[in-house]
Nanobody
Framework: QVQLVESGGGLVQAGGSLRLSCTVS???????????MAWFRQLPGKEREFVTA????????DYAESVKGRFTISRDNAKNTLYLHMNSLKPEDTAVYYC????????????????????WGQGTQVTVSS
């Protein structure tokens, strides 16, 4: 069983920054570096959408066009934690943010689809005021 626990959400003004964290706890003893991981978000009244992903090889990352240049995904293996650094936040970034994990097929694989992930956090609310 794998547990993902997100934190760091909150209320911020447009143009501000937030850092979300997602801590991994696995009975198998696997750590954050054993998984391909991602952040998704769900805007009010909309489907959950891809934000960013990172392969086991942490140099392999991908971003949705809407967040490129503003958001950065990173991982701290020592803390067993995934991060989402969000800068230049906009009101349209307001959403519940979820982290997700899966044991990938390969060291360089990452995934952008919801159905590729089988472990999910509970979500953390980010609200950006104008």
């Amino acid at each position: 069983q794998v547990q993902l626990v997100e934190s760091g959400g909150g209320l911020v003004q447009a143009g501000g920054s937030l850092r979300l964290s997602c801590t991994v706890s696995a009975r198998s003893g696997r750590t954050v570096s054993d998984y391909a991981m991602a952040w998704f978000r769900q805007l009010p009244g909309k489907e959950r959408e891809f934000v960013t992903a990172i392969a086991r090889s942490a140099v392999i990352t991908d971003y949705a066009e809407s967040v490129k240049g503003r958001f950065t995904i990173s991982r701290d293996n020592a803390k067993n934690t995934l991060y989402l650094h969000m800068n230049s936040l906009k009101p349209e970034d307001t959403a519940v943010y979820y982290c997700a994990a899966v044991v990938p097929q390969g060291y360089y694989n990452y995934y952008t689809g919801l159905s590729n992930y089988n472990y999910w956090g509970q979500g953390t609310q980010v609200t950006v005021s104008s």
